[in-house]
């Protein structure tokens, strides 16, 4: 990448640089197309008897994303381009000042929109069965509309192009209309799919996020306004130590390292955009909480408040991305990590380490791209190294 580096940049930078143009270069040299760890379903061999129930389609997901031999060859699983790892690589290209490489992500990002809605709106390249609900490939869901919003105002932000912002307000017009919010005493929530009414506070707050600074930019009040509905109602479920469950049902439970990093730079746009339910004693308070019960003293990141394993890079490139935002040392105590445990040879960075194994199986969406997005965060941050 096209990146300047000021002969008073921190020690870190040199090394970081290397890293970022080492991973960007095997990104390019295969077009941002690849593997997913949840594409299972995307089978076109063997797998009639487990499509018909849903622990069937569990089954098959799992087999595929846990296996330690990559069954996709075998079950004809095709290689794929989503609309989240460009989301990502939008983001990274804006941040730094690569023109070209952002128009060309751009361009695929558009051709990535979910078809039959007026409204801009993003889903994944894989039917999905979660232990919540099933939706199909192509359907929009809250989290690939909100990163890719998110990216088209980063790129607004680096161009000045006002039909970004436009894409970007498109999007916010889609949680409007198509995922309602479910008005509760504390707030109101966003869902995760069309018409859906799940309380998920991962997919609420990236939803007021994107309608927080998107309605900033355009002086639009009915995005503010229902950003702050979204923010009070997740603010008001937040525990006494910082954390903030999955989700608000019972089977929602589990705390988990990524999910949270989500909420936390959400509430943290929110709070910059000026949303005046989000408060900066929320976000301190989440961050430390996230610092101290899901990460290790080495920088080792915890896949949940009860378990190390499987160590993720879905995990250790959000924690690099949360405390990068917040400048704080931890973003390098995570980024020597992944550098020590994670790292391939190739440049690129291995999928989960088990506790007497490692899967490196380099997924797109799920590793490189929001490692990428992360790292450009990291060469951005205002840290003095410990």
């Not at 846990?66 to 790892?85: H, K």
């Not at 290790?296 to 995990?315: E, H, M, R, V």
Request: glycine fraction near 10%; charge should be neutral; hydrophobic fraction near 40%.
């Amino acid at each position: 990448m096209k990146v300047d580096v000021p002969e008073s940049a921190a020690p870190h930078t040199a090394g970081l640089l290397q890293t970022i143009r080492e991973l960007e270069r095997w990104g390019t040299a295969r077009g941002w197309v690849g593997t997913d760890p949840y594409e299972g379903l995307n089978a076109t061999r063997f797998a009639a008897p487990f499509r018909g129930t849903v622990t069937g389609r569990k089954i098959l997901i799992q087999a595929v994303k846990r296996s330690p031999f990559d069954l996709r060859p075998m079950l004809g699983i095709p290689q794929g381009r989503s609309s989240a790892a460009f989301a990502a690589l939008v983001s990274a290209y804006a941040f730094q000042e690569e023109d070209e490489k952002l128009r060309d992500a751009l361009d695929v990002l558009e051709s990535l929109r979910c078809p039959g809605f007026t409204e801009p709106c993003w889903g994944y390249d894989f039917d999905v069965q979660t232990r919540v609900f099933f939706y199909p490939r192509g359907a929009p869901n809250t989290i690939a509309t909100a990163f890719a919003g998110a990216a088209l105002v980063d790129a607004y932000e680096r161009t000045g192009d006002g039909t970004l912002l436009e894409q970007a307000l498109g999007a916010g017009e889609f949680f409007l209309r198509r995922v309602p919010q479910t008005p509760t005493p504390s707030g109101a929530y966003f869902g995760y799919l069309v018409g859906d009414r799940t309380p998920i506070h991962n997919a609420n707050m990236l939803a007021c996020a994107l309608l927080a600074r998107a309605g900033a930019h355009a002086g639009r009040d009915d995005f503010l306004e229902a950003a702050a509905a979204g923010v009070a109602y997740t603010l008001a479920h937040q525990a006494p130590d910082g954390s903030w469950p999955y989700g608000d049902e019972p089977h929602l439970g589990w705390v988990d390292g990524f999910h949270t990093g989500y909420v936390l730079d959400a509430l943290r746009e929110c709070v910059a955009a000026g949303v005046p339910t989000a408060r900066r004693e929320a976000l301190d308070r989440g961050l430390a909480f996230y610092r101290r019960a899901l990460f290790l003293a080495d920088g080792t990141p915890k896949y949940t408040t009860g378990s190390t394993y499987p160590i993720d890079i879905q995990c250790v490139a959000q924690g690099i991305q949360t405390f990068a935002l917040a400048d704080d040392p931890w973003a390098l105590t995570v980024y020597r990590f992944a550098m020590r445990r994670m790292h391939r040879p190739d440049g690129a960075f291995a999928f989960q380490r088990r506790r007497f194994w490692r899967n490196d199986t380099p997924h797109v969406r799920w590793g490189q791209a929001p490692m990428l997005r992360a790292l450009v965060h990291l060469l951005g941050a205002t840290i003095t190294p410990a």
